[in-house]
Protein backbone atom coordinates (compact mmCIF):
# COMPACT_ATOMS: atom_id res chain seq x y z
CA UNK A 1 0.00 0.00 0.00
CA UNK A 2 2.86 2.14 0.78
CA UNK A 3 4.74 1.76 -2.32
CA UNK A 4 1.70 2.60 -4.80
CA UNK A 5 1.14 5.84 -2.36
CA UNK A 6 4.94 6.17 -3.24
CA UNK A 7 4.59 5.61 -6.92
CA UNK A 8 0.95 8.30 -7.26
CA UNK A 9 3.03 10.96 -5.33
CA UNK A 10 6.06 10.64 -7.78
CA UNK A 11 3.62 10.38 -10.95
CA UNK A 12 2.03 13.55 -9.17
CA UNK A 13 6.02 15.47 -9.24
CA UNK A 14 6.18 14.69 -12.21
CA UNK A 15 3.05 15.97 -14.07
CA UNK A 16 3.39 19.02 -11.94
CA UNK A 17 7.16 19.35 -13.05
CA UNK A 18 6.12 19.13 -17.05
CA UNK A 19 2.86 21.34 -16.41
CA UNK A 20 4.60 24.57 -14.51
CA UNK A 21 7.78 23.92 -15.77
CA UNK A 22 9.84 27.06 -14.62
CA UNK A 23 6.88 28.00 -12.70
CA UNK A 24 6.90 24.96 -9.90
CA UNK A 25 9.27 26.83 -7.56
CA UNK A 26 8.69 31.01 -7.94
CA UNK A 27 10.63 33.81 -6.77
CA UNK A 28 10.41 35.86 -4.65
CA UNK A 29 9.27 33.40 -1.94
CA UNK A 30 7.02 35.94 0.62
CA UNK A 31 5.04 36.97 -2.56
CA UNK A 32 4.68 32.78 -3.67
CA UNK A 33 4.51 31.49 -0.50
CA UNK A 34 1.45 29.04 -1.44
CA UNK A 35 3.04 27.68 -4.87
CA UNK A 36 6.54 27.45 -2.90
CA UNK A 37 5.58 25.07 0.30
CA UNK A 38 3.52 23.46 -2.33
CA UNK A 39 6.29 22.57 -4.38
CA UNK A 40 8.48 21.90 -1.77
CA UNK A 41 5.20 19.19 0.03
CA UNK A 42 5.38 17.18 -3.72
CA UNK A 43 9.06 17.11 -3.64
CA UNK A 44 9.17 15.47 -0.20
CA UNK A 45 6.40 13.52 -0.10
CA UNK A 46 7.58 10.46 -2.31
CA UNK A 47 11.12 10.50 -0.30
CA UNK A 48 8.80 10.54 3.07
CA UNK A 49 6.29 7.54 1.85
CA UNK A 50 9.28 5.70 0.53
CA UNK A 51 11.76 6.11 3.84
CA UNK A 52 7.71 5.81 5.50
CA UNK A 53 7.19 2.11 3.98
CA UNK A 54 10.88 0.71 4.46
CA UNK A 55 10.96 1.44 7.95
CA UNK A 56 7.60 -0.13 8.70
CA UNK A 57 9.31 -3.24 6.45
CA UNK A 58 12.09 -3.09 8.78
CA UNK A 59 10.24 -3.00 11.95
CA UNK A 60 7.91 -5.96 10.97
CA UNK A 61 8.34 -8.85 13.58
CA UNK A 62 9.72 -11.93 11.74
CA UNK A 63 8.76 -15.39 13.85
CA UNK A 64 12.49 -15.75 13.96
CA UNK A 65 13.14 -12.88 16.30
CA UNK A 66 10.75 -14.74 18.64
CA UNK A 67 11.00 -18.13 19.05
CA UNK A 68 14.34 -20.29 18.70
CA UNK A 69 14.07 -21.79 16.34
CA UNK A 70 17.83 -23.84 16.63
CA UNK A 71 17.40 -25.98 12.99
CA UNK A 72 19.27 -24.01 11.18
CA UNK A 73 22.65 -23.02 13.78
CA UNK A 74 22.40 -27.31 14.61
CA UNK A 75 22.88 -28.34 11.01
CA UNK A 76 24.96 -26.00 10.19
CA UNK A 77 22.68 -24.33 7.74
CA UNK A 78 22.78 -20.82 8.38
CA UNK A 79 21.39 -19.09 5.35
CA UNK A 80 17.83 -20.30 5.51
CA UNK A 81 16.97 -19.72 9.16
CA UNK A 82 18.20 -16.69 11.12
CA UNK A 83 19.25 -17.14 14.72
CA UNK A 84 18.02 -15.01 17.95
CA UNK A 85 20.05 -11.67 18.56
CA UNK A 86 22.42 -11.83 20.53
CA UNK A 87 21.42 -9.22 22.83
CA UNK A 88 17.86 -11.23 23.06
CA UNK A 89 17.25 -13.82 25.48
CA UNK A 90 15.91 -17.40 24.02
CA UNK A 91 12.01 -17.10 25.06
CA UNK A 92 11.50 -20.06 28.04
CA UNK A 93 9.66 -23.08 26.41
CA UNK A 94 5.99 -23.34 26.87
CA UNK A 95 4.24 -25.57 29.44
CA UNK A 96 2.12 -28.50 27.69
CA UNK A 97 -0.52 -28.66 30.36
CA UNK A 98 -2.29 -26.76 33.41
CA UNK A 99 0.59 -28.82 35.77
CA UNK A 100 3.70 -27.78 33.86
CA UNK A 101 2.39 -24.41 33.96
CA UNK A 102 2.17 -24.69 37.95
CA UNK A 103 5.46 -26.40 37.94
CA UNK A 104 7.24 -23.59 36.09
CA UNK A 105 5.32 -20.52 38.06
CA UNK A 106 6.70 -22.57 41.39
CA UNK A 107 9.76 -22.71 40.10
CA UNK A 108 10.16 -19.05 39.12
CA UNK A 109 8.82 -18.07 42.36
CA UNK A 110 11.18 -20.13 44.45
CA UNK A 111 14.38 -17.89 43.26
CA UNK A 112 12.09 -14.78 44.60
CA UNK A 113 11.22 -16.29 48.11
CA UNK A 114 14.17 -15.38 50.88
CA UNK A 115 15.97 -19.16 51.92
CA UNK A 116 14.28 -18.89 55.09
CA UNK A 117 11.36 -19.67 53.84
CA UNK A 118 9.62 -22.75 53.44
CA UNK A 119 7.96 -23.87 50.35
CA UNK A 120 4.51 -22.95 49.58
CA UNK A 121 2.51 -26.42 50.09
CA UNK A 122 -1.43 -25.66 49.63
CA UNK A 123 -3.68 -27.08 52.18
CA UNK A 124 -6.27 -29.31 52.16
CA UNK A 125 -9.71 -27.22 52.54
CA UNK A 126 -12.23 -28.59 55.10
CA UNK A 127 -15.04 -30.24 53.51
CA UNK A 128 -18.41 -29.36 54.79
CA UNK A 129 -20.36 -32.11 56.39
Known amino acids: ?11 SLFSSLCQLTTGFFVLPMQANLHRDLSAVAELLSPVCEYAGVRLAWDCFLNPNM ?4 GQGARSGN ?5 STPPRAPAPAPAPQSLAGFWAAASQAT ?3 TTPTAP ?5 PQPQPQ
Request: charged fraction near 10%; charge should be negative; proline fraction near 7%.
Open 110 to 112: QSL
Open 119 to 123: PYTPQ
Open 1 to 11: MGSISTVLDSM
Open 66 to 69: LFDV
Open 78 to 82: STTQR
